[in-house]
């Protein structure tokens, strides 16, 4: 497993962004596809959107897709999820998640279920304004 550290949560109006990230110890960063996951109160934790071990494949919800984009620094061991347009509806925790170490055949692989991650950051509140 991996420790992760989500920040740049936050209050913001409807129509408005905000940019998380998610930092992640140790050195199987770059080995790991990662996800994002919400949960709002009173509901089951959601998939939000998901991207490779390489960053070269990318994978969203319907509910997002066209205004929030997933990216990773494999470098910098961090990924982030760009947040636009942001709506009522998307007020949730959302929580990073990682998965088991990959070998390089799944260079592309992603994964949309939780039970595909072992390691989940502690989440960042989301609140959006009408």
């Known amino acids: 497993q991996v420790q992760l550290v989500e920040s740049g949560g936050g209050l913001v109006q409807a129509g408005g962004s905000l940019r998380l990230s998610c930092v992640a110890s140790?050195?199987?960063?770059?080995?790991?596809?990662m996800g994002w996951f919400r949960q709002a109160p009173g509901k089951e934790r959601e998939f939000v959107a998901a991207?490779?071990?390489?960053?070269?494949?990318?994978y969203y919800a319907d509910s997002v897709k066209g205004r929030f984009t997933i990216s990773r620094d494999n470098a910098k061991n961090t990924m982030s999820l760009q947040m636009d347009s942001l709506k009522p509806e998307d007020t949730a925790v959302y929580y990073c998640?990682?998965?088991?170490?990959?070998?390089?055949?799944?260079?592309?692989?992603?994964?949309?279920?939780?039970?595909?991650?072992?390691?989940w950051g502690q989440g960042t509140q989301v609140t959006v304004s009408s």
């Open positions: 998640a990682a998965s088991p170490s990959l070998s390089a055949i799944y260079l592309h692989r992603i994964y949309r279920t939780a039970h595909d991650y072992d390691s």
């Open positions: 140790g050195r199987t960063f770059s080995s790991r596809a």
């Open positions: 991207i490779s071990r390489s960053g070269g494949t990318s």
